[in-house]
């Protein structure tokens, strides 16, 4: 018999932080929209007036951009409607548009190879304002590729962390620009071997596109490929679960991403056959994962029974000689011991130290709560818990708290043996 539980992001209209991140950065590329479309013109129009390699692979790849973003910002606009035929939405829409500024980057890099090949027979002329504006869509598109990055790293979105990568790019792109119309600015006109500073600047720029492109369709093609989410999401997660006091293993845990979130899933054994724990403890695995979890859109937690084989059973003593203690929190020690399910034979016995037990208040709230981490399946006291701190934390992890009168853990643990059918059958539909 295997339980699940499936808890999903909730609808747009609740105004959750995930639709409150859509606005910004459906904002975001727009503002993309509207710089590459700025700095397209502005550099298409130097490279008019310049006749400058460079600052003609610099419009080129501006202008390539600006289409790149408006696609972009229709894309996010799309991403997360759901409908019949996509019950899960179209998140992958912002990996498949990263794509498709990749596509685009190495489009701009095919004709600035074109353009470099050909020969060059006009020198480019360079005057001051042109200068000064390249200068200023250097800074600019410094300014919103850190801004765009920001915001693109703080939602997850690769669509914007695509964008705030190829501003980079872009940077290092300008300042190339720069320094090869630095010397005709000056009057400086030389080649080598009858290569211009200009097509070598330009040739540069092309390296840089290259890698932005081949960065950016790799990354998008891993998650429209469905690839795995990334080891420590799901290292992270792996210990939430293991985390859970009922949980014994984890046999199994998926991930993957669409956009910028994430869809997981899990199969984990549990120390419980009764339906209702089991949607307790689905539920209770899926909040701890949202909480710790940035952008999980759907997680799937199958709980599936585990045999029992060994029982762990936790008795408050008063010293290390094995004197049950008659107060529950203050109790210097504890005493573990293990026993087998089939036959009550005793498998293992720890003494575990009560570090709480001179702590001023909710000294018995803190020893239930590092019990339960220890994963005792039956507590035997000699005062009656049932209706105070620790009783509710025993409650709630599914812990059994049973009343002794006996005053040895030795005659606890012999009695509990002699009753092999408790261990059989009892704690098993806890």
Same mark, same amino acid.
Request: hydrophobic fraction near 45%; include cysteine; aromatic fraction near 6%.
């Given at each position: ?127 001051? +304002?042109?200068?000064?504006? %390249? #200068?200023?869509?250097?800074? @600019? $598109?410094?300014?919103?590729? &850190?801004?765009?990055?920001?915001? /693109? ?82 290292? +992270?997660?792996?210990?939430? %679960? #293991?985390?859970?006091?009922? @949980? $014994?293993?984890?046999?199994? &845990?998926?991930?993957?991403?669409? /956009? ?82 089939? +036959? ?87």
């Amino acid at each position: 018999m295997a339980l699940n539980h499936s808890i999903e992001r909730g609808s747009p209209d609740e105004g959750s932080t995930s639709d409150r991140e859509t606005q910004l950065i459906g904002r975001v590329a727009l503002y993309a929209f509207l710089v590459n479309v700025g700095l397209a013109g502005m550099k298409a129009a130097l490279a008019f007036f310049s006749n400058s390699l460079a600052v003609t692979a610099g419009a080129i790849d501006s202008g390539t951009d600006a289409v790149a973003s408006l696609v972009l910002f229709a894309g996010v606009k799309l991403s997360t409607r759901k409908s019949a035929s996509f019950p899960l939405g179209l998140y992958k829409i912002e990996n498949l548009l990263s794509v498709f500024v990749a596509i685009s980057i190495f489009f701009a890099g095919y004709e600035i190879a074109r353009r470099i090949l050909q020969e060059s027979l006009v020198p480019p002329e360079i005057s001051l +304002d042109i200068l000064l504006l %390249l #200068l200023a869509g250097t800074v @600019v $598109t410094y300014l919103f590729g &850190l801004y765009a990055l920001r915001v /693109g790293r703080r939602t997850g979105s690769p669509t914007l962390i695509a964008e705030g990568k190829h501003r980079q790019v872009d940077v290092l792109s300008s300042v190339v620009v720069l320094a090869a119309v630095l010397p005709p600015f000056l009057g400086w006109d030389f080649e080598v071997r009858g290569v211009s500073i200009d097509q070598v600047a330009a040739g540069v720029v092309l390296l840089f596109i290259a890698r932005a492109g081949w960065e950016l369709l790799s990354d998008g093609m891993r998650v429209l490929l469905d690839a795995s989410a990334d080891f420590k999401t799901l290292t +992270d997660v792996r210990e939430i %679960l #293991l985390g859970h006091p009922l @949980v $014994t293993e984890v046999r199994s &845990l998926t991930g993957r991403n669409a /956009g910028r979130f994430r869809f997981l899933q899990a199969s984990v054994a549990v120390r419980t056959d009764n339906l209702e724990a089991a949607h307790r403890i689905s539920g209770e695995l899926e909040t701890a994962i949202r909480d710790k979890i940035p952008h999980v859109e759907r997680a799937m937690i199958y709980c599936e029974p585990e045999p029992r084989v060994n029982v762990r059973i936790a008795v408050p003593l008063a010293d290390r000689e094995g004197t049950v203690s008659r107060h529950f929190g203050e109790a210097p020690y504890f005493g573990i011991v293990t026993l087998r399910t089939s +036959d009550g034979e005793i498998q293992a016995r720890d003494l575990v130290e009560n570090p709480h037990s001179q702590v001023g208040t909710g000294k018995g709230l803190r020893v239930a709560e590092r019990l339960v981490e220890l994963k005792v399946d039956k507590v035997y006291v000699t005062e009656d818990i049932s209706h105070k701190g620790p009783g509710y934390v025993f409650g709630n992890a599914g812990v059994e708290v049973g009343m002794t009168a006996s005053e040895r853990l030795d005659e606890i643990t012999d009695e509990i043996a002699s009753r092999r059918r408790w261990l059989r059958t009892d704690l098993h539909r806890k």
